[in-house]
Structure formats: structure tokens, C-alpha cells
């Protein structure tokens, strides 16, 4: 039996899941994105350039990127996610901080630090991958000076075919191999800052698979780019500017309490 | 041959391909790459002949020569006083700089600048590794009374203080306050409470819609149904000179990629120190 149609009824194999992808989204962050991909939710806030304390993890030739990746106690399927930190979520900060660190240049910044904080209410697969998206749209919306973005997307093999974007019920999927392999790509080099596998391929189909990320997260990359431009068209036009930039009245609060409380445990 | 692959004025994201060829040149925030100009930050397409730039729409203040800022005083020391600048960097200001004042060894320092006070002062000193002198010496500069602070977008300064200073002189006229802008993006302004709330939300609104153009009619019809007050608009001759460095600074205010270069002042500003500020007419 092979797999011939995507369980979540994706049409092609090379198909990614319904994007959505805004800035500005928290309001006392220096800079802030959310990126949805299908039911995987990002948010990521950026804060700094800042100062660095404690004084030894200062570098004095460069400032240094820090990555925070958090999944909420709910964001999980089923079962309740033990909020706070784990080696998962320390090694995904550490995977999605060096995947940022090629595009972003710090060197203005001596001694200081830019935190990134990416918070996941909900997930379903490929969270890393939305995790960098957002946060290299965020860290635009903050005016870091950057080379490029980076765009980020799983790719893999479920059974017999190669897929985009994997979603849990693929990745979960139990007639056949699977293999996941989140990659992020720098849209205007080519070059991949995060490859990483979980499962089985052959040399061939991994070649493929890594084709069909750069292909697609071309895609990924217009979505960020549009998502950028669009926080500035309303003031361009002029037209409704302040519906569209008004203070948010709930959201202000809580938003900005959550990344408190993140800041605080740094 | 050479192409503008973007239009003027317009937002470019990182990496976005300014301009094909070597017949142009890359300004500050963007880069080349092989023959191409790219964007290196977020920013506001600005071409002019054949250099092409980008002007920051957000970013926290770096500390630069010449800026006239406001701080608040974060720690007293032996030798003067710590400042914080609302940025990631702090600034020395020693007690000569302070003062003209004789200040005996060992006087306690807190008589003249306590924990909390604010100032405005002139950053005299930056080096590579962005440690900060600053100097209160010079017309305008001096520890900040009572009033209010507020926080900005740095790089919406400019826009705040207006062409020809027209815009900080237009809200001082309707609400009666008196204003002070750091180009560190802090604002202090004095007057009577009302006033101050509308100064406040002018501000604000000039910090949210500084893209849209027409914008001094906007915050001028704002400030008049806000007071009831007709404002003339007109920028008086006195400040002539610091409003053409208040454009120029416009354009300058952005920094290459690398960040090495600091720009020096040439000789004339150096001397009209606060008078980039409005500060009160004394």
C-alpha cells in the first residue's frame, strides 16, 4: 500500500498548509510576528539590541542573538505540555538561533544582547520551522540590520513519496517509513542554515527533498516579505491607518505580561 | 545596463534586491553582493542619483557624536554620574563636564544630580566599543524639573521636531508646554496638565502617521480642535539655522551596515549645540 492522497486532503504532495503571517502583533515589543502555518501557531517577539547581563556573556566584537523557544502548556494534541523549559525546547532554541545568526549582523552592537522569544499556543508539527519564520520577520520589524530573511519549512518522506510541509497525522503516520526533516533556507542565497532529520531516507530522496524545500520556501519567503510591506501600505495610502494600528485592548495587557514573565526568567 | 529593481519611497525588507548592476552605488543599510545592491535592513527606499539608501523606520538609538540627548541618572560614582539613555548603552558624565560649579574632593555628589533626575545633555565622546561620554556644558543643557517623560521611536524624531522645527514649535504654541527632544527618542515637556495630555497625543499621533504626507496640516488641525486655538504656522527666522541642521541630520541619521563610520559634525553645528532642540527661548 502506498501513500496516494495526504491524510489532511492537501491536493499535491508538494502542497503547504494554509499560511497566515502578521507584525506588529505585540505591541511593547521592539519587534513582533506571529506565523501560522495549517494548526501550528507562532509568535515571536523581539527585544533589543539591549544590555547583556551577566557581564561574562558579553562579547565586545559583536552583539549575540539569543532564542527563546517555548511551547504553551495547551499548544500540544491531547495531552497538557509541562510548561517551563525541557532539552527539547533547549535545543530547539539552540537550532532556531543558529539558524537566524547567518542573516543577522550585530556587529553595531558590541557587548549587547537581542532576545528573541518564540511562543507556540498551538502546534501540529513543524513548530521550529514556524518558529523562525516568525522570528525573522519579527526581527525585521525591529530593524536589526539583516543580510536577508529566513524562511523555514519541513520536508520529508512519508511511505513512498516526498512531502511538504508534514503535518502531525504524516508525521505520525504508521503504514510505512517517515522521515521529517525541518529545514530553513536563506531565500536569496540558496543556503541552508537548519537541516535536521528525524526517520529514514536514501541519499537520492534526500537530495529531492532538500529541492523541494528551496522550492517551496520561496513561497514561505513572499508571505514575509508581503507581511512586512503591509505594516506600512495603510500609512502609504493613508487610508484607515489608525483602524488598522489601533491599540488593541485585551491583547496589550496579556501579551505584554507573558514576555514580562520570560524576561524575568532569563 | 544598471536597473532600480525597487521604487522610491517605498518599504524594502532584508535581502530585497535594490538595484542590478554597478552604476549604482550602496548607501547606508543596504550592501552589494556580486553585482546586485541589496537591502540590509527594514527600511524606506531612498534614491538619490545614483546612491541608494535606506532610512530605519524602527531600531533602538546607538549612541552617536554630537546628539543631544536625554538621560536619567542611573548611579553616582566617584568621579560622576552614570546615565541611561534608553538604549543598550549607558553614558559616563563626569563632574567637570557637569558643572562650571567648584566641587570639593569628596563633596557628595547627590547634592547636584540624584538617582532619578533627568538631564540633557550632549554626547562629547563615542568609541568602539560604544562607551559614552556626555558634557552638560553649553546653552540648553541642564538637569531636566518637573514634567513629564515620554518615550518615542528614535528614528521618528526628525519627524517630531518637524521641518524648519515647525512641527515641536506648532505643538509648544497650542498647548503652552514647554518641549525638549533627545534624539534618543525621549521627551520631556512641561506645562499645565491639560496641555501636557495634548502635547502627549499630538506626539503619539506624529510617532503613528509619520508616513502618511500632509502630515503638519493633520497635527495642526488636531491641535486646534483640541484647544480651540488658532495656530499660525511659521517657522521664525531665529531658528533658521538649526532647522536646516534638523533636515540635514534627516538625511545623515542612518548608519552603513557595518557601522563603522561615525560621522563627525562639520565645524558649524558644533557650536549650536541645543538650538536643534527648541528648547524654551531663554
Not at chain 1, 511551547?71 to 509541562?82: A, D, F, L, Q
Not at chain 1, 542565497?189 to 528551496?214: F, T
Not at chain 2, 558634557?135 to 524639573?145: A, S, V, Y
Not at chain 2, 511659521?234 to 531658528?239: D, I, L, P, R, V
Request: aromatic share 6%; hydrophobic share 35%; proline share 4%.
Amino acid at each position: 500500500m502506498s501513500y496516494d492522497k495526504r491524510l489532511d486532503g492537501r491536493k499535491s504532495f508538494e502542497d503547504l498548509r494554509p499560511i497566515e503571517a502578521k507584525t506588529g502583533v505585540v505591541k511593547r515589543a521592539d519587534g513582533s510576528a506571529m506565523f501560522r502555518i495549517g494548526r501550528t501557531m507562532a509568535y515571536a517577539t523581539v527585544y533589543g539590541p539591549r544590555d547583556l547581563y551577566p557581564k561574562f556573556l558579553q562579547n565586545p566584537s559583536t552583539g549575540i542573538l539569543r532564542c527563546n523557544y517555548n511551547m504553551m502548556p495547551y499548544s500540544g494534541r491531547g495531552e497538557r505540555v509541562k510548561p517551563g523549559g525541557n532539552r527539547r525546547a533547549k535545543e530547539i532554541s539552540m537550532v532556531m538561533e543558529k539558524a537566524l545568526l547567518p542573516v543577522v549582523d550585530l556587529s553595531q552592537f558590541p557587548n549587547s544582547v537581542v532576545d528573541v522569544f518564540v511562543e507556540l499556543p498551538q502546534t501540529d508539527a513543524g513548530s521550529r520551522c514556524a518558529g523562525i519564520c516568525a522570528a525573522s520577520i519579527a526581527l525585521a520589524d525591529a530593524g536589526i540590520p539583516m543580510k536577508d530573511l529566513v524562511s523555514a519549512v519541513s520536508v520529508g518522506r512519508v511511505d513512498d513519496k516526498i512531502v511538504a510541509d508534514l503535518d502531525y497525522q504524516e508525521e505520525a503516520y504508521e503504514n510505512g517509513p517517515v522521515a521529517d526533516i525541518p529545514v530553513a533556507v536563506i531565500p536569496n542565497s540558496g543556503k541552508i542554515s537548519l537541516l535536521q532529520m528525524d526517520g529514514e531516507i536514501s541519499k537520492e530522496d534526500l537530495r529531492k527533498c532538500l529541492e523541494l524545500a528551496k522550492k517551496v520556501c520561496l513561497q514561505i519567503y513572499e508571505v514575509q516579505k508581503q507581511t512586512l510591506k503591509e505594516k506600512y501600505t495603510g500609512f502609504e495610502s493613508g487610508a484607515d491607518e489608525n483602524e488598522k494600528f489601533s491599540e488593541p485592548e485585551v491583547p496589550e495587557q496579556s501579551g505584554s505580561e507573558e514576555m514580562k514573565g520570560d524576561y524575568n526568567a532569563q | 545596463m544598471g536597473e532600480i529593481t525597487v521604487e522610491n519611497k517605498k518599504i524594502a525588507v532584508p535581502g530585497e534586491i535594490l538595484a542590478k548592476g554597478m552604476d549604482y552605488l550602496p548607501g547606508s543599510g543596504t550592501y552589494r553582493e556580486g553585482e546586485n545592491i541589496h537591502a540590509g535592513k527594514m527600511g524606506l527606499v531612498n534614491i538619490e542619483g545614483r546612491a541608494i539608501k535606506l532610512i530605519s523606520l524602527s531600531g533602538k538609538y546607538l549612541p552617536k557624536r554630537g546628539d543631544t540627548i536625554i538621560g536619567r541618572v542611573e548611579d553616582v560614582a566617584f568621579s560622576g554620574w552614570r546615565v541611561s539613555m534608553n538604549c543598550a548603552y549607558s553614558a559616563m558624565l563626569s563632574i567637570v563636564e557637569a558643572t562650571s560649579e567648584f566641587i570639593p574632593k569628596g563633596a557628595d555628589l547627590t547634592k547636584y544630580l540624584d538617582v532619578g533626575d533627568y538631564i540633557m545633555a550632549k554626547i562629547t565622546n563615542v568609541t568602539s566599543q560604544i562607551l559614552v561620554d556626555l558634557t552638560m556644558k553649553g546653552p540648553g543643557l541642564r538637569k531636566l524639573g518637573a514634567g513629564r517623560i515620554l518615550e518615542v521611536n528614535t528614528n521618528k524624531v526628525p519627524r517630531i521636531i518637524g521641518k524648519q522645527g515647525s512641527m515641536v514649535s506648532m505643538i509648544k504654541q497650542a498647548t503652552d508646554c514647554r518641549i525638549l527632544v533627545g534624539q534618543n527618542g525621549l521627551i520631556w515637556i512641561q506645562g499645565e496638565p491639560s496641555g501636557e495630555l495634548i502635547a502627549v497625543d499630538a506626539i503619539r499621533k506624529i510617532e503613528k502617521e509619520s508616513h502618511i504626507s500632509g502630515l503638519t496640516d493633520r497635527i495642526k488641525e488636531y491641535l486646534e480642535g483640541k484647544t480651540g486655538k488658532k495656530i499660525e504656522i511659521s517657522a521664525s527666522t531665529e531658528n533658521r539655522e538649526f532647522q536646516e541642521e534638523e533636515d540635514n541630520r534627516y538625511q545623515d541619521s542612518e548608519r552603513s551596515f557595518s557601522g563603522g563610520e561615525r560621522r563627525e559634525f562639520p565645524g558649524r553645528r558644533r557650536f549650536s549645540g541645543n538650538r536643534r532642540f527648541q528648547g524654551e527661548r531663554r
